[in-house]
């Protein structure tokens, strides 16, 4: 299984990225994806998750009005929209695949290597 983020980089307060992850080796369309970041000397933090069909989503308070998650099934793709972007936001960001709902690392069985996200003040 692979997952492959892409998109991250430096960007000013309040402009935004979109990133991307592309997923190989598991059968994408019955998997939850997420999307989860670290900042230096932090633990691992859930941003926001996406369900099988993208009928659902779920997003972490600090996130909620300025990310939005999507996925493309057909691609094996799922997407990471960061609006209004602020330097806490600042972080590797983590996409993972998901059996079942949750918003626990734990629970995320596939990872990609993660993305450099810095929000410059």
């Known amino acids: 299984v692979q997952l492959i983020e892409s998109g991250g980089g430096l960007v000013q307060a309040g402009g935004s990225l979109r990133l991307s992850c592309a997923a190989s080796?598991?059968?994408?369309?019955?998997?939850?994806m997420g999307w989860f970041r670290q900042a230096p000397g932090t633990e691992r933090a859930f941003v926001a998750r996406?369900?099988?069909?993208?009928?659902?989503?779920y997003y972490a308070d600090s996130v909620k009005g300025r990310f939005t998650i999507s996925r493309d099934n057909a691609k094996n793709t799922v997407y990471l929209q960061m609006n209004s972007l602020k330097p806490e936001d600042t972080a590797v960001y983590y996409c993972?695949?998901?059996?079942?709902?949750?918003?626990?690392?734990?629970?995320?069985?596939?990872w990609g290597q993660g993305t450099q996200v810095t929000v410059s003040s």
């Open positions: 993972a695949a998901a059996p079942s709902p949750n918003s626990e690392a734990r629970g995320f069985h596939y």
């Open positions: 080796g598991l059968t994408f369309s019955r998997h939850v």
């Open positions: 996406i369900t099988w069909s993208g009928a659902m989503t």
